[in-house]
């Protein structure tokens, strides 16, 4: 008896010493989100964007560097103006030379200060290494470092877009960058250092997890978060599931929002708020490359837009948070929209217009012949890890059967897919989204997009397109600018070098108890005024 | 003395084991199952109540207008089902065929020449089972195109190793039996021994190994297609619940896309599996597999 009531009292303390650790752990992790009042300790960021490798040619770590850790001359602002970053303020008379003025107590994260030569060596080193980088710097000419706080660019010719491109360009360190020959390789801490207010601490490539820290030297205002973790899903629906347990404070997939299906159940959840703003990209573009035969003609690619059951498509893949898209291609969003003849659905015309384009069924097999007679299979480019544009894809292909193109759909790895639209330009169709950014580089409306000069997935290259594109860049003046975007879209609606399928709103979720959640045109709501903003509800 | 027709037929029908079904309730199912799933398969357009291809209400609930609710594009799940059953069955047995015949051949030919073949053969088998199977199958599936024949072919030639092992440890054991030496003595070549006796005489394995190479690769395509690396022109199980996974099924608890692919696939699996059950429990097929 005695040793059983001995075996109680022991179990009984033990129980409240257990007990008492748990409640001990329970309130550390009550106070774990905040440090101070309202400061947030960690935010998690759940992704869909795998990060390969941190070299900073990777594209999803260049994505998140240039959110976190990198900054650039020029920001794009939450009402998408130019604002200063590294930059104070610039001045220009003639849109062709450009003078910055930076912030004179910057450092790297190294504590080396940032300079003006660091600017011009950026500029230099990515010429050389980055294949991109020439289409839309092309027409610099020089760079010039005059003293540390000043630098000078000057264009080939006036550049009204310039400082947009200026703003995807995040701002290397020549003390680390200058001994790197191959930057695709060089992915070592050394490739982290940039200016931004956070410094990666940690990679972790089985888990795709990276680990932010606040910079405490950082130049600026400090941050309102002390920790970032981003965290890497596979799919978007695990990553829901666990933004709905509380796991991740907020989904970010860049330049683009999350599908209205999850809607009614984050709609259920009391942690769960949700922002909707209109696309300044497009969610889903149907590209002809004309390049290439067939697809140089105006009447085929018009053929195919009648093809296109619109009103399906906006019902089946926005549920209500998408509009039909004009046939002027660019988001109604834009600047100096215009409105130009709405797509819509006539397989009577699209048929007619096929054969007056020469394409007809010969053998009679269902398919069309192409004019001269060969077999005609043309072949649509999507990007695997894009279910939504596999799906739109298989969509488009039973609106294009029925009028007879025995469209062939081909689905490739994201790296494959960037390699055919940007470089190799072999594709004869292919199906992917724009971004706010990528609209507006260049000219402008999307035009680098179609420009054969610039990325030119449509490989446009008609004298009549460059010159309104040209004009553009040169024009300040608002009313010619308003005429020359009103041109340029009439262009895009007869022409139809590219077809807006689909345009969703962006629907972006968020963690409803912190508040300070800012939606950025460009860069979503991972932007700096979210982080130097953000605290507890 | 000579058999007439119908006892010609019996004794057929007894050499391939299915008089003895009645004693083996466990391989009368797995056959009755399988041969609905054919019969499904062949016959989908009749039994499909509507055309899986055909748009409508995404996300439905089940209903008497479509049994199992819709998808994301507002296809009938129970349609695309149906139809799932002749891609996920198509990819299965022609998977299971290419790997058969490839093991077997290597098989046969390493334990019945032995020498510098069986060496040759058996070592590249040897390597071939070194390799992580699934991770490679990943790969190469990646690497291809998204097509189903891209799937069965890299499923197909990468699942023969364990048949080869196996039949040549029984070709082994035939080639050193008397009847064996006897034919051999005789004068009859090589290639008429092997396929007029040791491949009959290893009959039962490869049909219990290709049953088994059948369920595997409908595993090896559903890894596949749930990984995104199937053909999403033809949809199998596997790629349902690829798109249930991706498209806001398990998010929003549509249970009515997801589980019925699955369940499909776990019933198709035990029904090939069942095929292989003897009903002795000393059975040495059982041993060998």
Redesign the interface.
Known sequence: MKYITKLLIITVLISCVLLSGCTQTSENSTDSPTVGDNRIQKLVIGTTNKVEDTNMNDYSFGLFSSRLTHRALVTIGANGDIVPDLATSWDTSDLKTWTFHMVGNATWHDGKPLTAQDVRFTMDYQKKNNPTWKSVFAGLLSVEAPDNQTVIMTLDKPGFNFLINLATCRVLPEHIYKNVEDPKKFNTPDAWIGTGPYVLKSFDKATGLLHYEIYDQYWGQSPAIDQIDIRYFA????M??AF?KGEIDVPYAYATGY?P??V??LLDNENIGIMTQKNGGITSVLWFNENKTYFDSKTFRQAVSYAIDYE?MK??FT?GYGSIPDAGFVPQSTLYYKETRPLAYDVNKSKDLLDAAGFKDTNGDGFREAPDGKKFQPVLLIR??K??H??AA??L??YMNAVGIDVQ?????RSSFGDILDFEKTHEMALARTTYAGMQTGSGYGSSYIDQRIYGWSMVNDSKFQTIVDQLMTTIDSEKRRDLAGQLQDYYADEMPAITVYNMDIIQPYNKNYVGWVYNPSSGILNYDTLFGLHKA | MELSLPGKLIKRLSDTGIKSLDQNPLRSLGIIILTVLVLAAVFAPYLAPHDPKQTGIPHQSPSSEHLLGTNDLGQDVFSELIYGTRVSLTIGFLSGIISIVIGVTVGIFAGYFRGWAEELLMGTTDVFLLIPSLPLMIILAAYLNPSMWNIIVVVGLLGWCSTARLVHSRVLQVREMQFIESTRALGYSDIYIIIRHVLVNTKDIIYAKFSLAVASAMLSEASLSFLGLGDPLNISWGEMIHFAFSRGGFANDLWWWYLPPGLMICVTLLAFIMLTMEGRKDSKILELI
């Open positions: 799919n978007t629906d695990t829901m599931l709905q599908s299906y999850y009614p159940k399906e019902n089946i549920s695997s890890d279910v939504e596999v799906r298989e969509m292909k039973k759909l081909k689905i490739m790895d």
